[in-house]
T-cell receptor, first 112, second 113 residues
Framework: NAGVTQTPKFQVLKTGQSMTLQCAQD?????MYWYRQDPGMGLRLIYY???????DKGEVPNGYNVSRLNKREFSLRLESAAPSQTSVYFC???????????FGPGTRLTVT | DQQVKQNSPSLSVQEGRISILNCDYT??????FLWYKKYPAEGPTFLIS?????DKNEDGRFTVFLNKSAKHLSLHIVPSQPGDSAVYFC????????????FGTGTRLKVLA
């Protein structure tokens, strides 16, 4: 039982490049989330998927797209990376019953 | 506009004493609150939660208190241990069914041996 896994762990991009961050959970959770964490800003919600087949914007969706590929997988895509997207990205999931979210280990992204 | 605020960026406490971490919120529609703990280079892990129908919830050394009239919650850790040294985030939700949370900026707790 791996919980929530994220790939890659680290990534360096040049401005304008694109990439997809992958997230998978093996807990049969309905809801999945993408957050970014910046110094002094806490965790901010980018997008979430309340259930398979649905996605919704969070607080800071601009510059990102998401895909809920199936119940297990939720990916985050940066189409044209900008230095302002340098951050640590966390994926999380929850059953939707208790509200407690389980987080992955994070992806540290640097855009130069 | 920060809807969930943790006004103390850091806190140092002696081992064995009580740690009190505070969190304030502005949105009276929030009805469910959680605390998370985060170690460096790891994802946050869930600690304890409280619903707005309660004013206290305990789990071992961790107790969360909710004062709805003051829009304030606090996390008490008794006794504090060096392994408790981490960043603590509070989070609040008022969107029933989607569990969409707003997080505070975090408080770094250092427990001194």
């Amino acid at each position: 039982n791996a919980g929530v896994t994220q790939t890659p762990k680290f990534q360096v991009l040049k401005t304008g490049q694109s990439m997809t961050l992958q997230c998978a959970q093996d807990m049969n959770h309905n809801s999945m989330y993408w957050y970014r964490q910046d110094p002094g800003m806490g965790l901010r919600l980018i997008y979430y998927s309340a259930s398979e087949g649905t996605t919704d914007k969070g607080e800071v969706p601009n510059g990102y797209n998401v895909s809920r590929l199936n119940k297990r997988e939720f990916s985050l895509r940066l189409e044209s990376a900008a230095p302002s997207q340098t951050s640590v990205y966390f994926c999380a999931s929850t059953t939707g019953l208790s509200g407690e979210q389980y987080f992955g280990p994070g992806t540290r992204l640097t855009v130069t | 506009d920060q809807q969930v605020k943790q006004n103390s960026p850091s806190l140092s406490v002696q081992e064995g004493r009580i740690s009190i971490l505070n969190c304030d919120y502005t949105n009276s529609m929030f009805d469910y609150f959680l605390w998370y703990k985060k170690y460096p280079a790891e994802g946050p892990t869930f600690l304890i939660s409280i619903s707005s129908i309660k004013d206290k919830n305990e789990d071992g050394r961790f107790t969360v208190f909710l004062n709805k009239s003051a829009k304030h919650l606090s996390l008490h850790i008794v006794p504090s241990q060096p392994g408790d040294s981490a960043v603590y985030f509070c989070a609040a939700s008022g969107t029933s069914g989607t569990y969409k949370y707003i997080f505070g900026t975090g408080t770094r707790l250092k427990v001194l041996a």
